[in-house]
């Protein structure tokens, strides 16, 4: 098994089961949290490489102050994973450009894509 830790935070379920069940495929450790208070707990049990954050959360509304105290505080790498629009991340208060992004609906070639910059 690869010892890559993922944290996946995906309050939608099908799509949590989805992304989760094609990264333990490829042999990564995941790690799902659907708040983002459960995943702060993932964090500090696990210490995840890498979180993939959908930028729309039901309990946070965006999470771009979520994704900033994550890199800062477990020096995590993040890619968003999200429906929303460029202007919508780039219009939060906590707007940090660093960030990948992959935009909803993506193909698994997509995904594979934006996860091959992080996790090679």
Do not use: W
């Not at 964090?43 to 490489?49: G, K, V, W």
């Not at 707007?95 to 609906?105: C, D, I």
Request: hydrophobic share 40%.
């Amino acid at each position: 098994m690869c010892s890559t830790k993922i944290l996946l935070l995906e309050d939608e379920p099908v799509i949590a089961s989805d992304l989760k069940k094609v990264l333990e495929a490829k042999g990564y450790q995941v790690f799902h949290a659907d708040s983002a208070a459960k995943a702060l707990a993932l964090c500090d049990r696990h210490l995840p490489d890498f979180a993939i954050l959908n930028f729309q959360q039901k309990d946070i509304g965006d999470g771009m102050a979520l994704a900033c105290l994550l890199r800062i505080r477990y020096l995590v790498k993040i890619l968003f994973v999200t429906g929303a629009r460029s202007k919508d991340l780039s219009g939060s208060p906590d707007y940090y450009a660093g960030y990948e992004v992959l935009y909803k609906p993506y193909t698994r070639r997509q995904l594979q894509k934006a996860l091959s910059k992080f996790l090679t």
